[in-house]
Every structure is written in C-alpha cells, then in structure tokens.
Nanobody
Framework: QVQLVESGGGSVQAGDSVTLSCAAS????????????MGWFRQAQGKERELVAA????????IVVDSVKGRFTISRDFAKNTSPLQMSSLKPEDTAVYYC?????????????????WGQGIPVTVSS
C-alpha cells in the first residue's frame, strides 16, 4: 500500500521552530523514492490549498513561496525515504493543515493537480 505519512505537527507559539516529516512507504516508494519529486502544501481554514515548498528528485533544487522564504526549508533524506519541512520563526498566519505530496518525475513541480500521491495532512497551530 502506497503511503505518505506526515508527522511532527501540533500547537506551538509564535517564533517557535517545528520540523514536519513526510515518510514515503509501499509500492513504488520502496525502491524508487528518488524518482519522485516532493512538495509541501498547506490549507488554512476557509482558504484554498497552496504550495509551501517543492524539491526535485535528487534534492539539488528546491523552492519555497515568498511568505515563508528565509523561514522554511525543504529537504530529502533518501536513507529514510522522507522529505522534511523545517519551519522556523513561525507566525500565526502559518496556521494550517500541512500536506506532503509526491509526483513521478525529476523537476520542480508547483501545481497541486499534477501530484500523484498525498498524505492525510497534519495540523499546525501557531499561537501569538
């Protein structure tokens, strides 16, 4: 069974740091995790899902959106088949449900409709 499982979320204070993990397992991820580019998205209450960060197949290229630039970093750990999202200097406006996603291919992918696999989402609440 193909799975993307997020972990590490919760309730934090403004200014705190949190690392979200996205563990990929099953099916194609078992032996070919490196063939997938990864992305992190978030959806705040009452808003549309938006891209937060994306990374290419080998981890050599990544992007983050302007609202989190300098605070969030996406990476890959091929030994563990994970794609962490390190978040620092958190703000109340970062409060959302965060989703990781995977898509076959090598380049950066920013459009959510082209991702093949999604995690179930994990909430992050930042209090002021």
């Amino acid at each position: 069974q193909v799975q993307l499982v997020e972990s590490g979320g919760g309730s934090v204070q403004a200014g705190d740091s949190v690392t979200l993990s996205c563990a990929a397992s099953g099916g194609p991820f078992s032996s070919t995790f490196s063939r997938y580019r990864m992305g992190w998205f978030r959806q705040a209450q009452g808003k549309e899902r938006e891209l937060v960060a994306a990374i290419n197949w080998d981890g050599s290229r990544s992007i983050v959106v302007d609202s989190v630039k300098g605070r969030f970093t996406i990476s890959r750990d091929f030994a563990k088949n994970t794609s962490p999202l390190q978040m620092s200097s958190l703000k109340p406006e970062d409060t959302a449900v965060y989703y990781c996603a995977a898509a076959l291919g090598d380049g950066l992918l920013t459009e959510s409709q082209f991702y093949h696999y999604w995690g179930q989402g994990i909430p992050v609440t930042v209090s002021s």
